[in-house]
């Protein structure tokens, strides 16, 4: 009798992988066809040596720290999702609505200088620009799964570093316990803002035990570069486990109190977006299902894992669930 494999959950399909040669070898043969910034999908330049080529919607904070080196607990050796989708597929609301015109419109996003103020509960109050905070912790690159509320994925490797190396610096206080991010206020420069029904700014916020999390990082770069505009630049958070909404973009200030922060979806449809937001497949969006989800390049259906895939690591914050 044949033998029956059954898969655990968290299994990737072997498609998902690409071995670290042909894919390097791939990066390079393109590279010599000397394609431009119109075919941005030679982005991912984590090897040293190799350099991509611009971007849409590129920054120029700090390119000299990129790459960054990988960090080896976080290279699970997946194959990652194409830059030119991932690049150009962009939920940013003070944008648009619609994905694929967000790259457009960021074009006179002004992105530097980039003043961030760090306050609340905290013995260390900060007020920096961004190319300070960067500058201020080693920067490593990590690849993570990326799930959307939408039920559509991606996997991407982030540079940047964790939050708690930032929360330590500024020592809050026994009295916070959570902690509020805040994206800008430019109106002028993003026509999305001009929609009066979206509370602005956006705001988002984390359970400081959540923020302190290892996998919680300050994203700054993304496939070996700066963070595009429409990526999030100069520096956003990443929270791997959670839905994507909850990695809020273009932080310009992050404060620590006692109570928990009302955040821009949770205000607008609490029974959609709950604060919590842990990407579950048993628990299904209002409109949709959260069982599967579509992979943003190749369109593949997989199935949805608890927490992202992250369930050994942080299952543990949240004993009730």
């Known amino acids: 009798m044949a033998n029956v494999i ?4 968290w299994h990737i399909a072997d498609k998902f992988i690409t071995p670290e040669k042909a894919y390097l070898n791939r990066r390079l043969f393109l590279r010599g066809l000397g394609f431009t910034a119109g075919a ?3 982005l991912g330049a984590s090897a040293p040596g190799l350099h991509a080529v611009e971007i849409p919607g590129a920054t120029d904070l ?6 960054a080196k990988r960090n080896p607990e976080f290279d699970p050796k997946w194959k990652l999702s194409d830059e030119n989708e991932v690049f150009t597929y962009n939920n940013f609301y003070e944008f648009s609505t619609s994905k694929n015109a967000v790259v457009r419109l960021v074009k006179n996003f002004t992105t530097a200088p980039w003043p961030i103020e760090i306050t609340g509960m905290i013995e260390n109050p900060l007020k920096l620009d961004a190319g300070e905070l960067v500058s201020m912790f080693p920067l490593e690159e990590r690849v993570y799964r990326f799930r959307c509320v939408e039920a559509w994925a991606m996997i991407v490797p982030w540079t940047g570093f964790q939050l708690s190396k930032l929360i330590e610096k500024v020592k809050p206080t026994g ?3 959570f902690v509020k991010f805040v994206t800008f206020n430019k109106p002028e420069q993003a026509p999305g803002m001009a929609d009066k029904r979206y509370p602005w700014p956006y705001t988002e916020g984390l359970r400081l035990d959540e923020a302190m999390h290892p ?3 300050v994203a700054t770069g993304l496939y070996g570069r700066p963070l595009p505009k429409q990526n ?3 520096v956003r958070i990443v929270v791997p486990w959670k839905y994507g ?3 809020i973009k273009s932080i310009v200030r992050i404060e620590f109190t006692d109570k928990q922060p009302k955040t821009l979806w949770e205000t607008m449809a609490p029974d959609e977006y709950p604060f919590e937001s842990n990407v ?9 299902s959260q069982a599967t989800e579509r992979m943003i390049d190749s369109g593949d259906r997989v199935r949805t894992q608890p927490y992202n895939g992250y369930a050994a690591q942080v299952a543990k914050l949240y004993p009730k669930s």
């Open 232 to 234: 999030g630049a100069p």
């Open 40 to 42: 941005a999908t030679l």
């Open 245 to 247: 909404y909850k990695s």
């Open 280 to 288: 579950n497949p048993a628990v299904p969006h209002p409109r949709w």
């Open 175 to 177: 009295e916070a316990k």
């Open 215 to 217: 996998l919680t990082i």
């Open 62 to 67: 700090k390119k000299e720290l990129y790459p």
């Open 6 to 9: 059954i898969r655990p959950d």
